[in-house]
């Protein structure tokens, strides 16, 4: 445990964070999932997913939750693997 008060303040500070991260790394996740579930059911609700699942990765990168790059590699992979999942129905 940390001794000094700066240092226990640091220590609180990413907690805080830490828990704030992991809610909004969640968010994208599920969006993303949420958008390759519809390229699977529903076909009307796809552009909807796309775009919230995109908006979440963007908005994770401009925070510095996941780097840009890797926002960027995210979204192609999803957008790759929904176009391959609508190629094959």
């Given at each position: 445990?940390?001794?000094?008060?700066?240092?226990?303040?640091?220590?609180?500070?990413?907690?805080?964070?830490?828990?704030?991260?992991?809610?909004?790394?969640?968010?994208?996740?599920?969006?993303?999932?949420?958008?390759?579930?519809?390229?699977n059911?529903?076909?009307?609700?796809?552009?909807?997913?796309?775009s919230?699942?995109?908006?979440?990765l963007?908005?994770?990168?401009?925070?510095?939750?996941?780097?840009?790059?890797?926002?960027?590699r995210?979204?192609?992979?999803?957008?790759?693997?929904?176009?391959?999942l609508?190629?094959?129905?």
């Amino acid at each position: 445990m940390p001794q000094l008060p700066s240092s226990k303040k640091s220590l609180r500070q990413s907690l805080r964070r830490r828990d704030r991260n992991r809610g909004r790394k969640k968010a994208f996740r599920l969006a993303v999932r949420a958008a390759v579930d519809a390229a699977n059911k529903d076909a009307e609700a796809l552009p909807q997913a796309i775009s919230a699942a995109q908006k979440a990765l963007d908005k994770a990168a401009q925070r510095g939750i996941i780097h840009k790059k890797a926002a960027a590699r995210r979204k192609a992979r999803m957008m790759k693997r929904i176009n391959g999942l609508q190629s094959a129905q």
